[in-house]
């Protein structure tokens, strides 16, 4: 299957960094107009931009966790776009510790970015899209939120919160021409998991059926399908991209 998504406009939030950095430059790629945000490393953000210069590439720094700011966001983004076609909520961060240890500050920061972002972010994408009666929003989710693993208890709860606001979103949007999927990808060979012990990435890599970590243009391809409109009857859905963990 080939992608055309020529005349897309495309928000991808964690968009400069590993599977969101695969992500925008599937869609680029593809001949979409992308807008990534990012809120931290400003290298990488410089170094996506000078290697897409040209391309319809915008690169936006603000803290999704903050409703004031994803608002103000989509203020600016709807005086220059007509319309927004996809929105892929793919920014996330770790604070790993065992519950008893973890400090609250941890626990907020997860569920802020992970899931309120996903909230926030996906609030204005929805008014945005149903100006035009269509749209697909993507939720990166996790295996975490299905198992659970240990020590990572706000992880784990963000990413469970993100698959049931996917489901209700789904049928609230339906009827408006826009669907709503989740990818949870396994553990994928990005930073992410880079402060990842040794034997613990062997032992991760043993529980792995494919008996490898994924690379993120594989999840960017099953993110592509679910943005396509050949997705269309595809909503309220969980794709996991694990190699069968």
Do not use: C
Request: proline share 3%.
């Amino acid at each position: 299957m080939k992608f055309d998504f020529k005349e897309y406009n495309v928000v991808v939030t964690g968009g400069t960094r590993g599977i969101g950095k695969a992500v925008t430059e599937a869609f680029l790629k593809a001949g979409a107009s992308v807008t990534a945000i990012f809120h931290g490393n400003q290298a990488a953000a410089d170094q996506l931009k000078q290697a897409w210069a040209g391309h319809p590439l915008e690169i936006v720094k603000f803290d999704i966790s903050d409703y004031s700011q994803a608002e103000s966001f989509y203020k600016e983004y709807d005086a220059k776009h007509k319309s927004l076609e996809v929105l892929v909520n793919n920014a996330g961060i770790r604070k790993d510790n065992v519950l008893g240890m973890m400090p609250p500050q941890d626990w907020n920061a997860v569920i802020a970015t992970n899931l309120t972002g996903t909230f926030n972010m996906s609030k204005f994408a929805v008014q945005k899209m149903m100006q035009n009666k269509f749209g697909r929003i993507i939720n990166i989710t996790s295996p975490s939120g299905k198992f659970g693993f240990a020590g990572q208890s706000n992880y784990a709860a963000a990413k469970a919160g993100q698959v049931a606001l996917t489901m209700s979103l789904a049928k609230e949007t339906a009827r408006r021409g826009i669907t709503v999927n989740a990818v949870s990808p396994g553990f994928i060979d990005t930073e992410f998991i880079g402060d990842l012990p040794e034997e613990a990435k062997k032992a991760f890599i043993q529980q792995i059926p494919l008996k490898r970590f994924g690379r993120p243009e594989e999840v960017a391809n099953a993110i592509l399908f679910l943005a396509s409109k050949e997705s269309s009857y595809v909503t309220g859905s969980v794709l996991e991209v694990t190699g069968g963990l």
